[in-house]
């Protein structure tokens, strides 16, 4: 029986956004600064405990239901699905005893779009359990539990900036998330372009990708490859002569982008800071150009997004997310949204790709119930 929030006291509502990175990409493994921010999309839940130990989820995005012990271990849910199990994986492994839940789950975040769409279930998941329990946990420790279930259960070798994006984000607001600490430093940057009269435009080239598999890995073993050639614990704090130590001409490259991006970042911030727009576009657009050359995972659909934006007007543009596919963003001042929107569409259906889904995002808040 599905769940409804009519009639019953029981069931309570959260929410929890996806994200976009402004910029730091492939960092927060590595002990980099990100800068992303929470979109206004969110997935929603509604939750209501059970007695019986067992979890029945429905989703929007699939048909039926799927069901679940809370014993449950890695490897006995799969699908849409595991990113919640996960999360209840990662509860009881550290020794939370759950009663068990429905759970009905819907969402606007678009999937595979690069805008972690798997964080906002988990975090909204982990939130959820969280209240439900009464448990005395902070937002960063619902994102750590978040990527604990993506990381160990679903088995996608992603970093921590995607989670924290979604429960640590406040409304208006970028969030700097420094990884060479344990636990990260988070500091929020405004972020108000919109109040100058810019937006940014997410350009969903519906070319899916997956973290749990093939390239993503790839590159995390080479960054680790390389840390331990130039003999540092984490790749972003290599020392400026580092690329002199490595030969090897790919894993010089990935190197090149975690120093580049990493300074490119931190340059971000101070734009965002001091409203220097068009500065904040220039690194944008540096970020792509590093990730298609020196960490090579954008793509074609990638590619003509930004070059598309770029020339129809943007301030800058880059891809955003682990790449292989997913979505690109671009500055653009507020009366040229649908010129570059347009110039967009038209340069896909030139090119002949699937035609790309095209919204503008403003930062938002991070996961929270939602009341009355």
Same mark, same amino acid.
């Given at each position: 029986?599905?769940?409804?929030?009519?009639?019953? &006291?029981?069931?309570?509502?959260?929410?929890?956004?996806?994200?976009?990175?402004?910029?730091?990409? #492939?960092?927060?493994?590595?002990?980099?600064?990100?800068?992303?921010?929470? $979109?206004?999309?969110?997935?929603?839940? +509604?939750?209501?405990?059970?007695?019986?130990?067992?979890?029945?989820?429905?989703?929007? $995005?699939?048909?039926?239901?799927?069901?679940?012990?809370?014993?449950?271990?890695?490897?006995?849910?799969?699908?849409?699905?595991?990113?919640?199990?996960?999360?209840?994986?990662?509860?009881?492994?550290?020794?939370?005893?759950?009663?068990?839940?429905? =759970?009905?789950?819907?969402?606007?975040?678009?999937?595979?779009?690069? =805008?972690?769409?798997? &964080? &906002?279930?988990?975090?909204?998941?982990?939130?959820?359990?969280?209240?439900?329990?009464?448990?005395?946990?902070?937002? /960063?420790?619902? /994102?750590?539990?978040?990527?604990?279930?993506?990381?160990?259960?679903?088995?996608?070798?992603?970093?921590?900036?995607?989670?924290? %994006?979604?429960?640590?984000?406040?409304?208006? #607001? /970028?969030?700097?998330?420094?990884?060479?600490?344990?636990?990260?430093? =988070?500091?929020?940057?405004?972020?108000?372009?919109?109040?100058?009269?810019?937006?940014?435009?997410?350009?969903?080239?519906?070319?899916?990708?997956?973290?749990?598999?093939?390239?993503?890995?790839?590159?995390?073993?080479?960054?680790?490859?390389?840390?331990?050639? $130039?003999?540092?614990?984490?790749?972003?704090?290599?020392?400026?002569?580092?690329?002199? +130590?490595?030969?090897?001409?790919?894993?010089?490259?990935?190197?090149? #982008?975690?120093?580049?991006?990493?300074?490119?970042?931190?340059?971000?911030?101070?734009?965002?800071?001091?409203?220097?727009?068009?500065?904040?576009?220039?690194?944008?657009?540096?970020?792509?150009?590093?990730?298609?050359?020196?960490?090579?995972?954008?793509?074609?659909?990638?590619?003509?997004?930004?070059?598309?934006? =770029?020339?129809?007007?943007?301030?800058? %543009?880059?891809?955003?997310?682990?790449?292989?596919?997913?979505? /690109?963003?671009?500055?653009?001042?507020?009366?040229?949204?649908?010129?570059?929107?347009?110039?967009?569409?038209?340069?896909?259906?030139?090119?002949?790709?699937?035609?790309?889904?095209?919204?503008?995002?403003?930062?938002?808040?991070?996961?929270?119930?939602?009341?009355?």
């Amino acid at each position: 029986m599905r769940v409804t929030a009519t009639n019953d &006291a029981s069931v309570r509502t959260w929410a929890a956004p996806g994200r976009v990175n402004l910029i730091g990409e #492939h960092l927060d493994y590595n002990g980099g600064p990100a800068l992303p921010f929470a $979109i206004d999309r969110t997935t929603r839940l +509604k939750a209501r405990p059970r007695t019986d130990g067992r979890v029945r989820v429905w989703s929007s $995005i699939a048909e039926g239901s799927v069901e679940f012990g809370v014993d449950t271990e890695p490897g006995q849910v799969e699908g849409w699905a595991a990113y919640v199990a996960g999360v209840v994986w990662a509860y009881a492994r550290d020794g939370h005893a759950l009663p068990g839940y429905d =759970l009905v789950l819907d969402s606007d975040v678009p999937l595979g779009a690069g =805008l972690s769409s798997s &964080a &906002a279930v988990e975090c909204v998941v982990a939130l959820a359990v969280r209240d439900l329990q009464g448990l005395d946990l902070g937002a /960063a420790q619902v /994102a750590r539990l978040a990527q604990t279930a993506e990381n160990d259960y679903v088995g996608a070798p992603t970093g921590s900036m995607d989670q924290l %994006a979604s429960a640590c984000s406040e409304d208006g #607001h /970028a969030l700097l998330v420094e990884t060479r600490t344990e636990p990260p430093t =988070l500091t929020s940057v405004p972020a108000d372009w919109a109040a100058d009269g810019l937006a940014v435009v997410v350009v969903d080239t519906r070319a899916e990708h997956s973290h749990a598999t093939g390239e993503y890995a790839t590159r995390r073993s080479e960054c680790e490859q390389v840390a331990e050639i $130039i003999g540092v614990e984490q790749l972003a704090l290599a020392p400026p002569d580092a690329v002199l +130590k490595v030969e090897d001409p790919v894993l010089k490259a990935r190197l090149r #982008h975690v120093m580049t991006e990493t300074t490119r970042t931190r340059a971000a911030v101070r734009a965002l800071r001091e409203r220097q727009w068009e500065h904040l576009g220039t690194l944008l657009t540096a970020s792509h150009v590093s990730l298609r050359d020196d960490y090579q995972v954008s793509c074609m659909e990638l590619d003509v997004a930004v070059d598309t934006a =770029l020339g129809a007007g943007a301030l800058g %543009a880059r891809m955003t997310g682990g790449g292989f596919g997913g979505s /690109a963003i671009a500055l653009v001042a507020r009366d040229g949204v649908d010129r570059v929107v347009s110039a967009v569409e038209s340069a896909f259906a030139g090119a002949r790709l699937t035609a790309p889904r095209t919204f503008v995002v403003t930062p938002g808040p991070g996961a929270h119930e939602v009341r009355g």
